[in-house]
Protein backbone atom coordinates (compact mmCIF):
# COMPACT_ATOMS: atom_id res chain seq x y z
CA UNK A 1 0.00 0.00 0.00
CA UNK A 2 1.52 3.20 -0.89
CA UNK A 3 0.69 6.33 1.27
CA UNK A 4 0.83 10.02 -0.29
CA UNK A 5 1.54 12.24 3.68
CA UNK A 6 0.78 15.58 3.71
CA UNK A 7 2.11 17.95 6.67
CA UNK A 8 1.16 21.57 6.88
CA UNK A 9 0.80 22.17 10.78
CA UNK A 10 3.38 24.58 11.52
CA UNK A 11 5.93 26.36 9.44
CA UNK A 12 6.70 23.18 6.86
CA UNK A 13 4.78 22.06 3.88
CA UNK A 14 5.90 18.63 3.46
CA UNK A 15 4.47 15.48 1.05
CA UNK A 16 6.36 12.43 0.79
CA UNK A 17 5.25 8.57 -0.40
CA UNK A 18 5.36 5.83 1.30
CA UNK A 19 5.17 2.11 1.08
CA UNK A 20 3.77 -0.29 3.66
CA UNK A 21 4.24 2.22 6.60
CA UNK A 22 7.99 1.95 6.55
CA UNK A 23 9.76 2.08 3.11
CA UNK A 24 10.63 5.32 1.82
CA UNK A 25 9.56 6.17 -1.88
CA UNK A 26 10.19 9.92 -1.43
CA UNK A 27 9.65 12.73 1.21
CA UNK A 28 9.69 16.72 -0.11
CA UNK A 29 9.60 19.87 2.53
CA UNK A 30 9.83 23.31 2.02
CA UNK A 31 10.75 25.60 5.39
CA UNK A 32 9.84 28.67 6.13
CA UNK A 33 12.53 29.47 8.49
CA UNK A 34 13.33 32.46 6.38
CA UNK A 35 10.20 33.44 6.20
CA UNK A 36 9.44 33.74 9.89
CA UNK A 37 13.36 34.00 10.96
CA UNK A 38 13.07 37.98 11.25
CA UNK A 39 10.22 37.59 13.91
CA UNK A 40 12.09 34.73 16.18
CA UNK A 41 9.34 32.42 16.09
CA UNK A 42 6.48 31.42 13.73
CA UNK A 43 3.71 34.86 12.37
CA UNK A 44 0.63 32.07 11.70
CA UNK A 45 -1.26 34.39 9.17
CA UNK A 46 2.04 34.51 7.37
CA UNK A 47 2.87 30.64 7.66
CA UNK A 48 -1.03 29.82 6.08
CA UNK A 49 0.14 32.08 3.25
CA UNK A 50 3.36 29.97 2.44
CA UNK A 51 1.51 26.77 2.69
CA UNK A 52 -0.84 28.09 0.11
CA UNK A 53 2.32 28.39 -2.09
CA UNK A 54 3.82 25.62 -1.56
CA UNK A 55 1.82 22.61 -1.11
CA UNK A 56 1.11 21.38 -4.88
CA UNK A 57 4.88 22.34 -5.38
CA UNK A 58 6.02 19.41 -2.69
CA UNK A 59 2.80 17.50 -3.28
CA UNK A 60 4.48 17.04 -7.59
CA UNK A 61 7.78 16.66 -5.98
CA UNK A 62 7.21 14.05 -3.61
CA UNK A 63 5.18 12.21 -6.75
CA UNK A 64 7.86 13.04 -9.08
CA UNK A 65 10.74 11.97 -6.73
CA UNK A 66 9.13 8.65 -6.39
CA UNK A 67 8.37 8.10 -9.57
CA UNK A 68 4.72 7.29 -8.67
CA UNK A 69 1.60 8.52 -10.95
CA UNK A 70 -1.53 9.79 -8.24
CA UNK A 71 -2.91 6.73 -9.52
CA UNK A 72 -1.25 4.85 -8.19
CA UNK A 73 -1.35 6.16 -4.74
CA UNK A 74 -3.93 3.90 -2.59
CA UNK A 75 -4.65 6.24 0.16
CA UNK A 76 -4.00 10.25 1.35
CA UNK A 77 -3.00 10.36 4.80
CA UNK A 78 -2.98 14.16 5.92
CA UNK A 79 -2.10 15.39 9.35
CA UNK A 80 -5.20 16.50 11.33
CA UNK A 81 -3.76 18.46 14.29
CA UNK A 82 -2.35 19.67 16.74
CA UNK A 83 -1.21 23.04 15.19
CA UNK A 84 -1.81 25.75 13.63
CA UNK A 85 -5.85 25.82 12.51
CA UNK A 86 -4.95 28.18 9.64
CA UNK A 87 -1.68 26.15 8.38
CA UNK A 88 -3.99 22.43 8.71
CA UNK A 89 -6.43 23.61 6.71
CA UNK A 90 -4.01 24.40 3.93
CA UNK A 91 -2.70 20.66 3.65
CA UNK A 92 -6.59 19.43 4.45
CA UNK A 93 -7.95 21.03 2.14
CA UNK A 94 -5.39 19.98 -0.33
CA UNK A 95 -5.81 16.17 0.56
CA UNK A 96 -9.62 16.26 0.33
CA UNK A 97 -9.66 17.62 -2.88
CA UNK A 98 -7.64 14.69 -4.24
CA UNK A 99 -9.20 11.98 -2.34
CA UNK A 100 -13.12 13.41 -3.78
CA UNK A 101 -11.00 13.99 -7.46
CA UNK A 102 -8.81 10.85 -7.63
CA UNK A 103 -11.21 8.54 -5.51
CA UNK A 104 -8.67 8.00 -2.86
CA UNK A 105 -9.37 7.10 0.62
CA UNK A 106 -8.64 9.43 3.24
CA UNK A 107 -6.32 9.06 6.62
CA UNK A 108 -6.71 11.61 9.44
CA UNK A 109 -3.37 11.56 11.39
CA UNK A 110 -2.37 13.01 14.75
CA UNK A 111 1.06 15.11 13.78
CA UNK A 112 2.40 14.02 17.48
CA UNK A 113 1.71 9.78 16.53
CA UNK A 114 3.28 11.05 12.81
CA UNK A 115 6.24 12.18 15.37
CA UNK A 116 6.40 8.79 17.01
CA UNK A 117 6.18 6.93 13.47
CA UNK A 118 9.45 8.46 12.16
CA UNK A 119 11.08 6.48 15.08
CA UNK A 120 9.78 3.30 13.45
CA UNK A 121 10.95 4.03 9.83
CA UNK A 122 13.39 2.04 8.11
CA UNK A 123 13.16 0.29 11.81
CA UNK A 124 10.92 -2.72 12.55
CA UNK A 125 8.25 -1.96 14.65
CA UNK A 126 7.68 -3.18 18.00
CA UNK A 127 5.33 -5.48 19.96
CA UNK A 128 5.84 -4.52 22.93
CA UNK A 129 4.98 -1.95 25.83
CA UNK A 130 7.10 1.78 25.29
CA UNK A 131 7.55 4.88 26.91
CA UNK A 132 8.02 7.14 24.38
CA UNK A 133 8.68 11.28 25.25
CA UNK A 134 7.71 13.74 22.15
CA UNK A 135 9.61 16.67 22.65
CA UNK A 136 9.43 19.28 19.97
CA UNK A 137 8.79 22.96 19.61
CA UNK A 138 4.93 22.94 20.88
CA UNK A 139 5.18 20.00 23.16
CA UNK A 140 7.08 18.16 26.08
CA UNK A 141 5.14 14.86 26.97
CA UNK A 142 5.40 11.48 28.09
CA UNK A 143 3.11 8.47 26.52
CA UNK A 144 2.92 4.84 27.08
CA UNK A 145 2.18 2.70 24.59
CA UNK A 146 1.22 -1.13 23.90
CA UNK A 147 2.87 -1.59 20.52
CA UNK A 148 4.88 1.27 18.27
CA UNK A 149 1.27 0.73 16.53
CA UNK A 150 -1.07 1.24 19.11
CA UNK A 151 -2.85 4.38 20.60
CA UNK A 152 -0.37 6.68 22.76
CA UNK A 153 -1.44 6.69 26.42
CA UNK A 154 -0.63 10.61 27.72
CA UNK A 155 1.57 10.67 30.86
CA UNK A 156 2.06 13.61 31.32
CA UNK A 157 3.54 16.92 29.88
CA UNK A 158 4.67 20.44 30.35
CA UNK A 159 2.63 22.98 32.59
CA UNK A 160 3.93 26.51 30.46
CA UNK A 161 6.65 26.20 27.65
CA UNK A 162 7.57 22.87 25.78
CA UNK A 163 11.27 22.20 25.75
CA UNK A 164 12.10 23.17 21.91
CA UNK A 165 9.73 26.75 22.73
CA UNK A 166 12.52 27.10 25.61
CA UNK A 167 15.56 26.61 23.23
CA UNK A 168 13.79 29.00 20.84
CA UNK A 169 13.19 31.74 23.11
CA UNK A 170 16.51 31.52 24.72
CA UNK A 171 17.65 32.13 21.69
CA UNK A 172 15.66 34.76 20.62
CA UNK A 173 16.80 36.72 23.83
CA UNK A 174 20.53 36.21 23.27
CA UNK A 175 19.99 37.10 20.06
CA UNK A 176 21.56 34.06 18.39
CA UNK A 177 18.83 33.48 15.45
CA UNK A 178 15.71 31.07 14.69
CA UNK A 179 14.86 28.22 15.40
CA UNK A 180 16.76 28.53 18.53
CA UNK A 181 17.34 24.43 19.37
CA UNK A 182 19.77 23.88 15.91
CA UNK A 183 21.68 26.98 17.70
CA UNK A 184 21.94 26.20 21.07
CA UNK A 185 23.37 22.34 19.85
CA UNK A 186 25.70 23.60 17.91
CA UNK A 187 27.28 26.62 20.17
CA UNK A 188 26.70 23.89 23.32
CA UNK A 189 29.66 21.81 21.59
CA UNK A 190 32.35 24.14 22.81
CA UNK A 191 30.77 24.86 26.01
CA UNK A 192 30.85 23.72 29.46
CA UNK A 193 27.24 22.60 31.02
CA UNK A 194 28.58 22.83 34.30
CA UNK A 195 29.96 26.23 34.16
CA UNK A 196 26.67 27.85 35.47
CA UNK A 197 23.83 26.11 37.58
CA UNK A 198 20.47 26.41 36.08
CA UNK A 199 17.28 25.52 38.25
CA UNK A 200 15.71 21.54 37.26
CA UNK A 201 11.83 21.78 37.89
CA UNK A 202 10.94 17.96 38.99
CA UNK A 203 7.13 18.97 40.38
CA UNK A 204 7.19 16.37 42.68
CA UNK A 205 8.97 12.80 42.32
CA UNK A 206 6.49 11.16 41.11
CA UNK A 207 5.49 13.37 38.48
CA UNK A 208 5.07 13.21 34.65
CA UNK A 209 4.68 16.66 33.79
CA UNK A 210 7.41 18.88 33.21
CA UNK A 211 7.77 22.84 33.26
CA UNK A 212 10.44 25.09 31.87
CA UNK A 213 9.10 28.55 32.36
CA UNK A 214 11.41 29.41 35.38
CA UNK A 215 14.14 28.15 33.80
CA UNK A 216 13.73 30.62 30.96
CA UNK A 217 13.17 32.97 33.46
CA UNK A 218 16.42 32.40 35.31
CA UNK A 219 18.52 32.55 31.75
CA UNK A 220 16.89 36.26 31.83
CA UNK A 221 17.66 36.88 35.07
CA UNK A 222 20.54 35.83 34.56
CA UNK A 223 21.36 38.14 31.45
CA UNK A 224 19.74 41.04 33.53
CA UNK A 225 22.89 41.20 35.53
CA UNK A 226 25.69 39.38 33.62
CA UNK A 227 24.63 41.15 30.60
CA UNK A 228 23.00 39.88 27.11
CA UNK A 229 25.56 40.05 24.15
CA UNK A 230 22.27 40.74 22.17
CA UNK A 231 22.30 44.27 23.47
CA UNK A 232 26.02 44.64 24.37
CA UNK A 233 27.79 42.58 22.46
CA UNK A 234 30.71 41.85 24.75
CA UNK A 235 30.12 40.33 28.01
CA UNK A 236 32.19 39.20 30.79
CA UNK A 237 31.26 35.18 30.17
CA UNK A 238 31.47 33.12 27.07
CA UNK A 239 27.62 32.56 25.37
CA UNK A 240 28.89 29.14 24.43
CA UNK A 241 29.14 27.94 28.36
CA UNK A 242 25.67 29.81 29.06
CA UNK A 243 24.06 28.28 26.51
CA UNK A 244 25.53 24.60 27.54
CA UNK A 245 24.63 25.21 31.13
CA UNK A 246 20.99 25.82 29.80
CA UNK A 247 20.84 23.18 27.60
CA UNK A 248 22.30 20.59 30.08
CA UNK A 249 19.04 21.66 32.25
CA UNK A 250 16.65 21.01 29.81
CA UNK A 251 18.46 17.59 28.63
CA UNK A 252 18.61 16.53 32.08
CA UNK A 253 14.75 16.86 33.65
CA UNK A 254 14.04 14.84 29.98
CA UNK A 255 16.26 12.27 30.44
CA UNK A 256 15.54 11.75 34.20
CA UNK A 257 11.75 11.94 33.56
CA UNK A 258 11.57 9.64 30.78
CA UNK A 259 13.79 7.24 32.70
CA UNK A 260 11.28 7.45 36.08
CA UNK A 261 8.39 6.87 33.44
CA UNK A 262 10.30 3.83 31.75
CA UNK A 263 10.96 2.03 35.20
CA UNK A 264 7.62 2.84 36.68
CA UNK A 265 6.13 1.09 33.60
CA UNK A 266 8.53 -1.49 33.81
CA UNK A 267 9.39 -1.01 29.56
CA UNK A 268 12.25 -1.96 27.59
CA UNK A 269 11.62 0.13 24.81
CA UNK A 270 11.86 3.97 25.34
CA UNK A 271 10.84 6.40 21.88
CA UNK A 272 12.26 9.48 21.53
CA UNK A 273 10.89 11.69 19.02
CA UNK A 274 10.01 15.61 17.91
CA UNK A 275 12.12 18.70 16.69
CA UNK A 276 14.36 18.30 19.72
CA UNK A 277 15.28 14.85 19.94
CA UNK A 278 17.71 16.77 16.80
CA UNK A 279 19.91 17.73 19.59
CA UNK A 280 23.10 16.22 19.95
CA UNK A 281 23.36 16.33 23.77
CA UNK A 282 19.93 14.44 23.91
CA UNK A 283 20.90 11.81 21.91
CA UNK A 284 24.15 11.37 23.71
CA UNK A 285 22.80 11.73 26.91
CA UNK A 286 19.79 8.70 26.27
CA UNK A 287 21.90 6.40 24.45
CA UNK A 288 24.59 6.46 27.76
CA UNK A 289 20.53 5.65 29.39
CA UNK A 290 20.12 3.12 27.39
CA UNK A 291 23.13 1.23 28.04
CA UNK A 292 23.29 1.66 31.97
CA UNK A 293 19.06 0.70 32.07
CA UNK A 294 19.24 -1.90 29.10
CA UNK A 295 16.63 -0.31 27.06
CA UNK A 296 16.43 -0.41 23.61
CA UNK A 297 16.47 3.50 22.29
CA UNK A 298 14.22 4.13 19.49
CA UNK A 299 15.03 7.70 17.99
CA UNK A 300 14.56 9.14 14.20
CA UNK A 301 17.31 10.01 12.19
CA UNK A 302 17.84 13.75 13.17
CA UNK A 303 16.75 14.68 9.34
CA UNK A 304 13.17 12.83 10.46
CA UNK A 305 12.55 14.64 14.13
CA UNK A 306 11.72 17.99 12.78
CA UNK A 307 8.56 18.25 10.68
CA UNK A 308 8.51 16.17 7.88
CA UNK A 309 5.53 13.89 5.75
CA UNK A 310 7.37 10.70 5.42
CA UNK A 311 5.92 10.69 9.38
CA UNK A 312 2.49 11.12 8.45
CA UNK A 313 2.49 8.85 5.84
CA UNK A 314 4.17 6.13 8.41
CA UNK A 315 1.30 7.14 10.52
CA UNK A 316 -0.95 7.15 8.15
CA UNK A 317 -0.51 3.48 7.84
CA UNK A 318 -1.14 2.39 11.78
CA UNK A 319 -4.01 4.25 11.90
CA UNK A 320 -5.77 2.76 9.00
CA UNK A 321 -4.80 -0.51 10.17
CA UNK A 322 -6.55 0.14 13.55
CA UNK A 323 -9.85 2.03 12.20
CA UNK A 324 -9.86 2.29 8.86
CA UNK A 325 -10.56 4.95 6.31
CA UNK A 326 -12.13 8.60 7.39
CA UNK A 327 -15.81 7.46 7.02
CA UNK A 328 -16.79 10.88 5.20
CA UNK A 329 -13.73 12.34 3.49
CA UNK A 330 -14.90 15.83 2.93
CA UNK A 331 -16.27 16.36 6.71
CA UNK A 332 -12.67 15.80 7.98
CA UNK A 333 -11.77 19.07 10.20
CA UNK A 334 -8.60 21.00 11.65
CA UNK A 335 -8.28 19.94 15.37
CA UNK A 336 -5.98 23.03 17.41
CA UNK A 337 -5.61 21.06 20.07
CA UNK A 338 -5.37 17.11 20.18
CA UNK A 339 -3.10 15.52 22.97
P1 LIG B 1 4.85 20.35 17.42
O1 LIG B 1 5.44 19.13 16.80
O2 LIG B 1 4.83 20.32 18.90
O3 LIG B 1 3.53 20.72 16.83
P2 LIG B 1 6.66 21.80 15.76
O4 LIG B 1 6.09 20.90 14.73
O5 LIG B 1 6.78 23.24 15.47
O6 LIG B 1 5.84 21.58 17.09
P3 LIG B 1 9.07 20.36 15.42
O7 LIG B 1 9.21 20.69 13.98
O8 LIG B 1 8.81 18.97 15.78
O9 LIG B 1 8.05 21.30 16.19
O10 LIG B 1 10.38 20.85 16.14
C1 LIG B 1 10.81 22.18 16.04
C2 LIG B 1 11.48 22.51 17.35
O11 LIG B 1 12.64 21.67 17.49
C3 LIG B 1 11.94 23.94 17.46
O12 LIG B 1 11.58 24.45 18.72
C4 LIG B 1 13.46 23.82 17.33
O13 LIG B 1 14.17 24.83 18.03
C5 LIG B 1 13.72 22.46 17.93
N1 LIG B 1 14.97 21.87 17.45
C6 LIG B 1 15.30 21.54 16.19
N2 LIG B 1 16.56 21.06 16.13
C7 LIG B 1 17.03 21.09 17.41
C8 LIG B 1 18.27 20.75 18.01
N3 LIG B 1 19.27 20.27 17.29
N4 LIG B 1 18.39 20.94 19.35
C9 LIG B 1 17.36 21.40 20.09
N5 LIG B 1 16.19 21.76 19.58
C10 LIG B 1 16.02 21.60 18.25
MG1 LIG C 1 8.82 23.76 12.24
FE1 LIG D 1 6.16 18.81 14.87
Request: proline share 4%.
Amino acid sequence: MIILGIESSCDETAAALVEEGRRILSGAVASQIAVHGPFGGVVPELASRKHVEAILVVIEKALKEAGVTVDEVDAIAVTQGPGLVGSLLVGISAAKALSYSLGKPLIGVNHLEAHIHAAFIEDEPIEEPAVCLVVSGGHTALYYMESSDSRPHYLGGTLDDAAGEAFDKVAKLLGLGYPGGVVIDRLSVSGNPEAFDFPRAYLGRDSFDFSFSGLKTAVANFVRKFGNPALEGEVPYRVEDLVASFQEAVVDVLVDKTTAAAVHHGVKHVIVVGGVAANRRLRERFAEASIEKGWTLHIPPVSLCTDNAVMVAAAGYAVWKRQGFVKDPLSLDAVSRWL
